[in-house]
């Protein structure tokens, strides 16, 4: 921390908060708010003058509330600047001034009661999203009696009662009658790997953290007993299996079992914990004089904001999601936007400090480099075909379309360097006025009537994306999983680029079925394209039915890069609803889709409900 | 959350379940596990849109 503050070539915003972040690669514009710490931090010399005369105390959030802080304050030792704070919402008044002692004491002068937040814009390339996680709270879990049992703290509390700069200066004391307690429980997986309450993922740490603080107590406390209650221990870092055999063999007892009620002795304030050993089967009782809950790690709960600034989405356990979990896993799914640490998925330290290396060194490439290489798999406006509608601004999971101007008749604009080509776009517009390089219309339709040249009526037409369901498909060739071979291919970059017109061309050359697939939700390469898949595949169920078509024969499925297995359960599936398609159905389907009157009618309807739905269409000028 | 009728479209099982109108949601038969599945207009089921 210190280096970062006195190195040449990176500027520390301490106290600030992001306001706004607009751009995109090699144009990001962030306006940062300073808040006002009313100390004047280049004047400040740290001497504590002002801390002794302040005269409001308040528990320090630092050290978990185990002791008190001022009003005016350095948040914790290690801070930089090394300059203090003053909380305005805690200090006894500024306007008027009620107390002002401070002021008073401040040899240079430093205190600043007038001090106003300050805006700041930058320009900057790239961002490297560094905001970490949270510790779950555990006071949803009534069993372990945190709210209630003084002597039942968090692993972050016992980090701070063991620390030498804790509030009680590394003396290891329980909370309720400040002795060395004897005897020390350890809870695992608190608020992680449970389905019901908490979280279903694991938190990757706590284990090997508990490890360390009962390693921690062996070399200061040899006399205290300590015991880990555990589901599992997951020591699978490099020599923390080593670590974990230490602690057993120091005497550390790890017993097999969540316990299920802790209760408090009102006398001694001894803890006696109810625990189903797993290993033997049997209820034990243990009495134990403190408990440590080890905390899982959540997402910050502020964490919906910067999401929306970079258009970034994130897994189902609520962390970032990376562009690629092996191939990029430090690249956000935006174009330069890069991941660090915790806000990406809960790892420790030494994880943390390889993902912030490998994040520099992707920016630097950017940054170095000056330029950015575009593949040409972009979207481009036909400006010609263009009615301003904007549908195209609102569904680009980028914001890499610029809303179209209706007044000045100006089209909307696609920043090249924003657009990662899915291709929702192109699928969504209602005039076909988006073209996608290299992945046209022209180029899908006639892909589908090649496939659809032979025996048509035997095929299976798959829309398969790029990233999940045709590696799926790979993946049960590689397998060699049987599927039939009535399944035709169809490779799109994303489930988002499936035009309705496609698989309505599909089932209008013969096409008995017609597959729509592509990532799992939580897994989607285009932050959210895929939801734009699912609502356009209802929209067509409904067009199908209306036109007497069964929507049965539309499916749509969602299939990973390594479930082979699903794709050829899915292909099997599908051959057996094939069996039930007539050819007279194909035959009425071909010929409803064919004169185009029932279809244009549909499609009417449909588009007369968009219109309702989109407000800056009602003023068009057709 | 609103309740609504799902249809899978693969094996043909309804049933009831919940949804957050306006943010489209993965949905799996629970019956077949196929992603198949449609949510049954509320009112009349297909005719009028
Ligand atoms: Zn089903």
């Known amino acids: 921390m210190m280096d970062v503050g006195r190195h040449p070539n990176i500027t520390l915003y301490s106290y600030s908060e992001v306001d706004a972040l607009t751009g995109f690669v090699g144009n990001f514009h962030i306006t940062i708010r300073r ?10 010399t ?6 002794e005369v302040c005269p409001v105390v308040v528990p320090d959030e630092y050290q978990q509330g185990f002791s008190s802080r001022k009003a005016i304050y350095i948040p914790f030792p290690q801070a930089v600047p090394s300059a203090y704070v003053l909380n305005m919402e805690e200090c006894l008044g500024n306007n008027p001034i009620a107390c002002g002692k401070c002021a008073e004491a401040c040899e240079k002068k430093c205190i600043d009661y007038d001090m106003q937040d300050e805006l700041i814009n930058i320009e900057v390339g790239v961002v490297i999203v560094a905001t970490g996680m949270e510790v779950y709270d555990p006071t949803e879990l009534d069993e372990f009696g945190y709210t209630r049992h003084e002597n039942v703290v968090t692993s972050m509390e016992f980090e701070r009662l063991i620390c030498a700069g804790g509030p009680t200066e590394g003396h290891f004391l329980r909370p309720t009658d400040r002795e060395t307690p004897k005897t020390i429980g350890f809870i695992q997986c608190v608020g992680s790997r449970s389905e019901n309450r908490g979280n279903p993922y694991c938190s990757n740490i706590c284990c090997m953290n508990t490890v360390k603080d009962t390693l921690l107590l062996r070399d200061h406390y040899p006399d205290i007993e300590a015991k880990v209650f555990y589901i599992d221990i997951r020591a699978f870092g490099k020599g923390f299996e080593d670590l974990y055999k230490r602690s057993r063999e120091g005497g550390v ?12 002795n009102p006398e001694t304030k001894n803890l006696l914990l109810t625990v189903e050993n797993t290993t033997t089967g049997q209820l034990e009782k243990h009495e134990l004089q403190m408990v440590v809950l080890s905390l899982g790690l959540v997402p910050r709960h502020d964490g919906d904001l910067l999401k929306r600034f970079l258009t970034l989405s994130n897994t189902v356990d609520g962390f970032l999601m990376e562009c690629h979990p092996k191939l990029k896993p430090v690249d956000a799914p935006t174009r330069g936007v890069f991941f660090a640490g915790c806000v990406e998925a809960p790892k420790d330290i ?19 480099a000056g330029k950015v290489k575009v593949e040409a798999i972009t979207s481009r406006i036909i400006e010609e075909k263009c009615n301003y509608c904007g549908i195209c601004a609102r569904v680009c999971p980028y914001h890499a379309i610029m809303e179209p101007d209706r007044k000045a008749k100006k089209a909307p604009v696609v920043i090249q360097a924003a657009c990662a080509g899915c291709g929702t776009c192109a699928a969504e517009c209602p005039q076909d006025a988006i073209e996608m390089r290299h992945y046209r219309d022209e180029q899908y339709l006639a892909q589908i009537e090649a496939l659809m040249a032979e025996r048509p009526h035997e095929h299976i037409v798959t829309f398969a994306c790029n990233w999940c369901s045709y590696p799926g498909g790979d993946d049960a060739g590689t397998a060699r999983l049987q599927y039939p071979t009535s399944c035709r291919l169809i490779r799109t970059m994303c489930s988002g680029r499936v035009d309705e017109d496609f698989v309505m061309h599909a089932f209008r050359l013969g096409a008995p079925i017609v597959l729509v697939s592509g990532c799992h939700f939580s897994d989607c390469h285009y932050i959210d394209a895929v939801q734009w898949t699912q609502k356009r595949v209802e929209r067509m169920w409904n067009k199908l039915e209306r036109l007497g078509i069964r929507p049965e024969r539309l499916q749509l499925d969602w299939i990973s890069a390594a479930d082979g297995q699903k794709f050829a359960r899915v292909m099997r599936e599908l051959e057996e609803m094939l069996k039930t398609v007539t050819m007279e159905e194909i035959k009425h389907t071909m010929e409803v889709l064919s004169n185009g009157k029932a279809e244009k009618k549909a499609t009417a309807a449909k588009k007369a409900k968009v219109k309702k739905k989109t407000p800056t269409k009602k003023a068009k000028v057709e | 959350m609103p309740e609504a009728k799902f249809k899978c479209l693969r094996c043909g099982h309804e049933y009831t379940g919940s949804y957050t109108p306006g943010t489209p949601q993965e949905l799996t038969c629970p019956k077949c596990r196929s992603n198949s599945v449609r949510r049954l207009p509320e009112k009349k089921p297909a005719q009028k849109d």
């Open chain 1, 46 to 51: 740290a001497c504590n003058d002002c801390v």
């Open chain 1, 253 to 264: 007892k790890y017993i097999r079992g969540i316990p299920g009620e802790i209760e408090e």
């Open chain 1, 350 to 368: 030494k994880d943390s400090v390889t993902q912030a290396g490998a994040a520099a060194a992707r920016a630097s490439i950017l940054l170095n």
């Open chain 1, 35 to 44: 808040k006002a710490r009313y100390v004047v931090e280049s004047e400040c």
